[in-house]
């Protein structure tokens, strides 16, 4: 029985140092960037960012004509929501320029690592939305500009 407490007891501490190591990259990550966040936070903060500026415009300007409740409006929306939330906890892990530089990277590695899980929901969800977006441009494309030609 002895043998099964160690086992465990060893597996628990793999677990903690691969945690720790993780956590530890992440805040050198931050601790060094320009911006005061990973590479990581940047880049789908960039990504993000740029979705929700095209979900604004096809929002507004379907906001007018469209009166399809479930198309391309409502897409457009969702996926501006959406997009507004995960920049919005982007933003809370960046490094703020009141806190101490190296305290706060760590407690942004920890805020990232624990959060990351969450962050891969968003980045599915929002995956969804640009796919339903596509698919409401190409037959917004296909019904505005009939193919001419003969098939």
């Not at 005061?36 to 960012?49: H, K, M, P, R």
């Amino acid at each position: 029985m002895a043998e099964i407490a160690a086992i465990g007891l060893a597996g628990n501490i793999v677990q903690f140092v691969d945690f720790a190591v993780k956590l530890f990259r992440e805040g050198r990550e931050v601790y060094r960037s320009a911006e005061g966040a990973s590479n990581e936070v940047i880049e789908l903060g960039s990504v993000t960012q740029s979705l929700r500026l095209l979900a604004q415009k096809l929002h507004q300007r379907d906001s007018g004509t469209v009166n399809d409740k479930g198309g391309l409006q409502n897409v457009a929306q969702g996926c501006e929501k959406l997009a507004t939330d995960l920049v919005d906890r982007l933003e809370e892990l960046k490094v703020k320029h009141t806190e101490n530089r190296a305290w706060g990277s760590f407690k942004l590695a920890l805020a990232f690592v624990t959060s990351k899980t969450k962050i891969g929901e968003y980045e599915r969800r929002l995956d969804r939305f640009r796919k339903a977006l596509d698919q409401e441009i190409l037959v917004d494309i296909r019904f505005v500009q009939p193919c001419s030609g003969k098939a």
